[in-house]
C-alpha cells in the first residue's frame, strides 16, 4: 500500500515551515513510520499538522476555497501565516509501495487579483528509471494552471520521446486541483493513482454523539468521518465479513470487561438500533446509553478491520474519554494494523497522553515546538540521544516526556 514518506508545510498557520520525515532533496533524513505520532503542548501546531492534510484532501473533493473555509478554517487569510506573504505550499513525498519510485507532489494556494484562493502551481515530479541523483522530472507542471504534462507511465523513461509525449494543459478553473481533473484520464496513470491515493485519506472527526444517533438502515462499507453510520457498517460486516466481525467482537470483549455481544436491530420505521450485550444483564444496552470510550475504542477497531482499509488514517487526541490502561493497548492496536503484511494503513495521530506514548518507539514520535517568533518547529525523538539510551534501557518514552527529557531546548 502507498505510504507518505515525507511532508513539508509553508506558511500554513503557525506551520511558517515545518517538515516531517524525508524529502527529496535530503536522503539522508528517516522517512516517515508505518505509525506516526505527533506530541506538544497544547498550542504547539499539532492539529494544524493534522489538519494540514485535511486540508489537501478537501482541496481535492471540493475545491481549494470551499476547503479553505470548511471546517471553521476562516478563509485563506486566516490560514495563511501571519505576517507571510508568500503562497500556502504543501510537499507530498510519497511512493505506490516497496521497490517502487518515490513520487513528489508540490502544491502551491495563494490569491489571485479578485482577492479569492486559487491553484498558483501544481508539480508531480519522478525519477527517471536510471537516475540516482539530482532533481526528479516533472510529469505535470502547472502555473496559474497552464503547463505542460507527460502522457503514459514511461513517458519520461523513453529515449528522445519526451517531447513526442508532452501534452500542452489548460484548465478552464484555477480554483481545482489539476489532479481532479488529469487523474481521471487514462493517459495519466500516475496522476491517477496519486489522485487515488489522495482521495482515499481517512481522517477521523470521531464524534460519540453523533454515533449515538438513529440512521436510516442500510448495510455502509466504510466508516465516515463523524462516525454516524456506525451501525450502518456494523451491518455490513455482520453480513459481508462475518468471520471478520467475529474477531472484532472477540478483540473488545478483551478490551473492556463485560461486553459479549455487538448487534443491530432494525425498527419498523428502518431505522439502526447498534446492540451492545453485557453478561451481567438479560436485555442489552444501547449505543445512546454507551459511554464516550467504549464507542470510540468499537469504532477505531471497527475502521482498522475495513477489508478495504483507506492508504492514509489521521486521528486527533485518541486517548479523550479512554480508560488510560486502555492507551498501550490502542497503540498497539494502530502499529499492528499499520505494519500489516501489505495491506495496512498508515496511522498518524497527534496525542498529548504520556500513557499512549509509552507504547511507542522514538522513531514514531515527532516533537512539536512553538517558537519565539510564534512559529512551530518539528523535531524526531530518535534525534535526542539521550532520549534513545534511555529507551534502550528500558525508561518507557512517554514517561520520558513526562520528565521533560523530550524538551529540545
Known sequence: MAQI??????????????????????????????????????GSGKSTLLDAFGFISDCLTMGVEAACDQHQR???????????????????????????????YEL????????????????????RRNQ????PFPFLSLDRGEGQVWAGEDALDIPNEESNLKEPVRLTDTRQLGIATLGTLRDHPRIAQFRDFLKGWYLSYFQPDAARGLPSAGPQRHLNVHGDNLGNVVQFMEREHNDRFASILERIASRIPGITAIDTLVTEDRRVLLRFND?????????????????????YLLLLEDPEPPPFICIEEPENGLYH?????????????????????QIFVTTHQPYFVDALKPEEVWILEKGEDGFSRAQHVSQLEIVNNLVAEGLP???????????SR
Open 5 to 42: 514518506e515525507g511532508f513539508r508545510v509553508r506558511n500554513y498557520r503557525s506551520l511558517h515551515d515545518v517538515t516531517i520525515g524525508r524529502l527529496y532533496g535530503d536522503q539522508n533524513t528517516p522517512e516517515l513510520t508505518k505509525l506516526i505520532a505527533v506530541i506538544g503542548k497544547n
Open 132 to 135: 540516482s541523483r539530482g532533481r
Open 108 to 127: 502551491a494556494i495563494d490569491l489571485d487579483g479578485s482577492g479569492r484562493p486559487f491553484v498558483k502551481s501544481e508539480v508531480l515530479r519522478q525519477r
Open 325 to 345: 490502561k486502555l492507551l498501550e493497548v490502542l497503540a498497539n492496536e494502530f502499529r499492528e494494523h499499520a505494519e500489516g503484511t501489505g495491506s495496512g494503513s
Open 74 to 104: 476562516g478563509g485563506f487569510e486566516r490560514l495563511r501565516s501571519k505576517g507571510m506573504t508568500d503562497p500556502m505550499q504543501f510537499d507530498i513525498y510519497y511512493r505506490e509501495g516497496i521497490g517502487q519510485r518515490p513520487i513528489t
Open 279 to 299: 453478561g451481567s444483564f438479560q436485555d442489552p444496552f444501547y449505543a445512546q446509553q454507551m459511554s464516550d470510550g467504549t464507542l470510540k475504542v468499537f469504532a
Open 397 to 407: 518514552l512517554g514517561s520520558l516526556w513526562y520528565s521533560d527529557y523530550l524538551d
